[in-house]
C-alpha cells in the first residue's frame, strides 16, 4: 500500500512571501499521479495541482508550482507571494495504477499573516 | 453545472439509528467515491464505484453500504451509527481513471 508522509503539521508564512510545503511518499509503482489539495475553512477541497510521474517537468498553476523529485519519491509545493486567502489545510494525495483512489498525507495547515 | 451536491451538510445521530448521506453529479462522472475525514487522519476511501451497478470496497468499509442505480447518485448508508463514525464525509466524482476529483461540500455528522 501506498503511504503519503507531510512532516509539517502546521506552518506560517508573511503575506507576499514564498513557502514551502513538504511531501514524501512510497511507493513501488512506477506511474502514478500527484495531486495537492487545499481545504479553506469553508471545508471544501479545492484541487491545487497535479503532476503525472512520467513527466520530468515540474507542475505549475499560477503562483503554486512543485518540485518534483521522482527518485527520491519526494513532492512538495511552493506558493509565491502569499495571499491572506491561501490560509489554508493543504494536503498532498497519491493515486496510483487503480486511477480511482486517492491516499492523503495527514495535511499541513498553513497560515498567512498580514 | 451543480457539480457535486450533498445532502445534509451536518447531521446528528443517536447510536444505533440508520441514515442515507445522499450525493449527487450532473457532470456525467463514471466514477464516485466516499471518503471519510478525521482530525489529524486526512481523507481515507470509504467505497467506490466505477459506473452504474458496480461498486468495491475501500480502506475503511466496514459499517457503511453503497449502491449505485444510476450514473448521477451515489449514497451512502450507515446501517447501525456507532460514535466512531463521527466524522466528515465527502464524496467525489471523476470523469475516468486517473483523472482529478471533484470534491462536493461534505456531511459533518455526529454519533451520540
Known amino acids: 500500500a501506498q503511504t503519503v508522509t507531510q512532516s509539517q503539521p502546521e506552518m506560517s508564512v508573511q503575506e507576499a512571501e514564498t513557502v514551502t510545503l513538504s511531501c514524501t511518499y512510497d511507493?513501488?509503482?512506477?506511474?502514478?499521479?500527484l495531486f495537492w489539495y487545499k481545504q479553506p475553512p469553508s471545508r471544501q477541497m479545492i484541487l491545487v495541482i497535479r503532476?503525472?510521474?512520467?513527466?520530468?517537468q515540474n507542475a505549475t498553476e499560477n503562483r503554486f508550482s512543485v518540485n518534483f523529485q521522482k527518485a527520491a519519491k519526494s513532492f512538495s509545493l511552493k506558493i509565491s507571494d502569499s495571499q491572506l486567502g491561501d490560509t489554508a489545510m493543504y494536503f498532498c494525495a497519491f493515486m496510483g495504477l487503480s486511477g480511482y483512489a486517492l491516499n492523503f498525507g495527514k495535511g499541513t495547515s498553513l497560515l498567512v499573516t498580514p | 453545472n451543480a457539480g457535486v451536491t450533498q445532502t445534509p451538510k451536518f447531521q446528528v445521530l443517536k447510536t444505533g439509528q440508520s441514515m442515507t448521506l445522499q450525493c449527487a453529479q450532473d457532470m456525467n462522472h463514471e466514477y464516485m467515491s466516499w471518503y471519510r475525514q478525521d482530525p489529524g487522519m486526512g481523507l481515507r476511501l470509504i467505497h467506490y464505484s466505477v459506473g452504474a451497478g458496480i461498486t468495491d470496497q475501500g480502506e475503511v468499509p466496514n459499517g457503511y453500504n453503497v449502491s449505485r442505480s444510476t450514473t448521477e447518485d451515489f449514497p451512502l448508508r450507515l446501517l447501525s451509527a456507532a460514535p466512531s463514525q463521527t466524522s466528515v464525509y465527502f464524496c467525489a466524482s471523476s470523469y475516468r481513471d486517473f483523472y482529478e476529483q471533484y470534491f462536493g461540500p461534505g456531511t459533518r455528522l455526529t454519533v451520540t
Open positions: 511507493t513501488s509503482e512506477s506511474n502514478y499521479y
Open positions: 503532476q503525472e510521474a512520467y513527466k520530468q
